[in-house]
């Protein structure tokens, strides 16, 4: 079992920045996959960024592209979601997930389904 739990959400006003952190538990993300997605209220969840186990490969969804960038560091079993110009409609509650399906070094999804371990969430909100 992977346990994830993400931080660093908050409060930001629109063009201000926010890194999101997920670390993982139980164990090693190092040949995981690993994605971000959101939901916002009265939408249903959608794909945000992700990035293969190797740190070689990364996928942005059309809207986040050029303004947020995905990493990670499998040395401390950490993701990160570094989110710059931050815009209204950003806002959301943002989920980490893993997705432990074999692949090579390039392999990553953006399809929720491939995932099979979520984080609880954790809430950003930006202020026009």
């Known amino acids: 079992q992977v346990q994830l739990v993400e931080s660093g959400g908050g409060l930001v006003q629109a063009g201000g920045s926010l890194r999101l952190s997920c670390v993982a538990s139980?164990?090693?993300?190092?040949?995981?996959?690993m994605g971000w997605f959101r939901q916002a209220p009265g939408k249903e969840r959608e794909f945000v960024a992700a990035i293969s186990w190797s740190g070689g490969s990364t996928g942005y969804a059309d809207s986040v592209s050029g303004r947020f960038t995905i990493s990670r560091d499998n040395a401390k079993n950490t993701v990160y979601l570094q989110m710059n110009s931050l815009k209204p409609e950003d806002t959301a509650v943002y989920y980490c997930a893993a997705d432990q399906h074999t692949g090579g070094s390039s392999y990553y999804s953006m399809r929720s389904y491939n995932y099979n371990y979520w984080g609880q969430g954790t809430q950003v909100t930006v202020s026009s």
């Open positions: 139980g164990r090693t993300l190092s040949r995981y996959g």
